[in-house]
């Protein structure tokens, strides 16, 4: 079992920055694969961007690539959303997902592929 808490959510102007944090706690995460999702109301649930447990593998989807940057500290079992130059159809509740995973390289975009999730954090993007 793994418990997920995202933090880092607010209020920011178009072009400015934030950085979202998931704090993992039960079974280390270093055996997990993780992943960001966000959700705006009345609208589907979307892939933002994941990362492997080596670390050594990425993904995003097309429109957060060059603004986004995922990474993890599991040391600190904390996975981070660094988030650049804002836009507000940025604006959601962003997920932090886990999966144990058995592959250093597996690298998950899918939410069916998610078996823990966070309970989100608003991101509120302003013109």
């Known amino acids: 079992q793994v ?3 995202e933090s880092g959510g607010g209020l920011v102007q178009a072009a400015g920055s934030l950085r979202l944090s998931c704090e993992a706690s039960g079974r280390p995460s270093y055996n997990y694969a993780m ?9 589907e649930r979307e892939f933002v961007a994941a990362i492997s447990r080596s670390s050594g593998d ?3 989807t ?3 690539k060059g603004r986004f940057t995922i990474s993890r500290d599991d040391a600190k ?5 660094t ?8 604006t959601a509740i962003y997920y932090c997902a886990a999966t144990r995973s058995l592959s250093n390289g597996y690298v998950a975009t899918t939410g069916d592929d998610y078996g ?3 309970q989100g954090t608003q991101v509120t993007v302003s013109d």
Not at 35 to 43: E, I, N, S, T, Y
Not at 77 to 81: E, P, V
Not at 83 to 90: G, Y
């Open 62 to 64: 097309d429109a957060v």
């Open 3 to 5: 418990h997920l808490v």
């Open 116 to 118: 823990y999730w966070g």
């Open 77 to 81: 079992r904390t996975m981070y959303l």
């Open 83 to 90: 988030m650049n130059n804002l836009k507000p159809t940025d």
């Open 58 to 60: 990425t993904a995003y």
């Open 35 to 43: 992943g960001w999702f966000r959700q705006v109301a009345g609208k």
